[in-house]
């Protein structure tokens, strides 16, 4: 079966992800501009990607105000648009992960999410032994069962760890932390396709529990060194295959 194109390709990339034309239109440019497309080629204008693609200009106009928001291009007057270096990308918008994580699998790029997830997500779990409420010590119990009937294959693996990850940024009460949850959830799916990849292994349960437990007893500094342990894992199989292999194609 041929791949659809113009129109009929925005169009698939749209249901894909449950959107609309736009959105379609945005991914596929999104796509091409983390991969290079345009590295030696201007980005064309409003006129020609709606020629391209068969859609109209208010498609093209809203879709080229997506990416400037996420840094991948600047319009300006009489300079037209242009696409911006990964430095000026906005890293913490999902789309853009996406896309950086569909370009080339990295180890670097794969570090450097649980880096920052170390960073964050520790002190998330101390603040939630510290503020969570009941509803709070709920939603991580169910994640945790979640992850448990998934281990059963009662559960999709991933969005049960996922369940349990957020609901432990959510019990924390801080909202700056909440930002963060498209970055670990982007970071989970990528570690979990590793982490099977290489070692055949899904999140351990105990040490999730290990969370739960340290978080329902209000154990502060228990829950904060649970959780780096969790994420902490992640890290030693990272480090252990950039050790060995450098990379994994």
Known sequence: MEEPTGRGRLLALAQQFGR???????????????????????????????????????????????????????????????VQPASSWNLFDPDVLRWL???????????????LRVAIEPEAAALAARFGDKED????????????AAERGEDDTLDA????HDAVLLASK?????QFRGIVETALKTSI??????????????????VERAIAAHDVEGA???????????????????????HLS
């Open 20 to 82: 609309n034309l736009t959105y379609g239109l945005l991914d596929l440019l999104g796509r091409e501009i983390v991969t290079g497309r345009f590295r030696d080629t201007p980005f064309p204008t409003e006129a020609e990607l709606a020629k391209q693609h068969g859609v109209s200009r208010s498609v093209t106009r809203e879709a080229v105000k997506m990416l400037t928001a996420k840094g991948l291009l600047s319009a300006r007057p009489r300079q037209g648009t242009t």
């Open 101 to 115: 994580l569909e370009r080339q699998f990295s180890l670097d790029l794969l570090r450097h999410f649980n880096e």
């Open 137 to 148: 010590l709920a939603a991580i119990a169910a994640g945790l069962e979640r992850m448990r």
């Open 161 to 164: 760890d996922i369940a349990f």
């Open 174 to 178: 801080n909202p700056f932390y909440l």
């Open 193 to 210: 396709r590793f982490t099977n990849r290489i070692k055949g292994r899904t999140a351990s349960i105990s040490d999730h529990a290990a």
């Open 224 to 246: 904060r060194s649970a959780m780096r342990h969790v994420i902490g894992e992640v890290l030693v199989l990272i480090h252990s295959a950039e050790k060995e292999e450098g």
